[in-house]
């Protein structure tokens, strides 16, 4: 499995991380995880472009994590007019009646492909591809989900927007790469976020190979200062999430 960083900051605006977003190649499909605003000029840059996406998972609807789902719909509508292949979009509880009246009231549906939105289950499979949900602790108005994808005995958790607790660390367990919310120092904690010493402990708990903490707010710390406190608690691999950055696990 193969991916792109597309999005390492938050809804604030920063000169160097666009809002969240990521691509995954796995499993001969080509997946978006989050669709943040500037996740598509993101992707063009990346030269993965729209026309190939195979589906969208959102982890939940805030809108740094849902700002272009309709301007990739629309983009795909008028500039993918040759696309036949069904795109669907998975998103935690509740996001169909979200997906219908937020984002499909504000574009026509395509003429020549399907969209399908579905809200997820606890195990998605597709072809070799195993995709596992778990809920996250986030923010009380909405439901937020994780996603786990496993491939060929390797597996990469996303984590979305999260707080600390049992079910995030027992299910991005023994995963070769955890991409782990982690906004703030730990000084600066904030409620349904985790700070870099909380990432590093649920990555030592989870018994994971490789940390890519993201997610980060425009706090005035250099990222060692993020990277030294995940050390505290995690001694495997950290990588630092930025733009552009690719994985594979």
Request: glycine share 10%; proline share 4%.
């Amino acid at each position: 499995m193969k991916g792109i960083v597309l999005g390492s900051g938050t809804g604030i605006p920063s000169p160097s991380r666009n809002s969240a977003g990521y691509h995954l190649e796995a499993g001969g499909l080509n997946l978006l995880i989050d669709c943040g605003p500037g996740t598509l000029r993101r992707l063009v840059r990346a030269r993965k472009g729209i026309t190939s996406l195979d589906a969208v998972f959102i982890t939940h609807t805030h809108p740094d994590h849902v700002g272009d789902l309709t301007s990739l719909i629309h983009g795909l509508r008028i500039g993918a007019t040759g696309r036949r292949k069904k795109l669907t979009v998975y998103g935690p509880p509740g996001f169909r009646d979200f997906f219908d009246r937020i984002v499909m009231t504000q574009v026509r549906l395509p003429d020549h492909f399907t969209i399908e939105a579905l809200e997820v289950e606890e195990t998605i499979t597709l072809g070799s591809l195993v995709v596992r949900t778990f809920p996250v602790r986030h923010v009380e108005s909405l439901n937020s989900v994780a996603y786990r994808f496993e491939e060929a005995g390797a597996a990469i958790v996303f984590s979305g927007d999260c707080d600390y607790d049992q079910t995030l660390i027992d299910g991005s367990r023994n995963a070769d790469i955890l991409i782990l919310d982690c906004c703030t120092l730990d000084s600066d904690k904030m409620e349904g976020h985790l700070s870099a010493g909380l990432a590093g402990l649920v990555a030592a708990k989870a018994g994971v190979k490789h940390l890519i903490p993201t997610h980060f707010y425009p706090i005035p710390a250099a990222d060692s200062e993020r990277e030294q406190e995940c050390r505290i608690q995690f001694s495997g691999k950290i990588t630092l999430a930025e733009d552009l950055m690719t994985f594979e696990a």
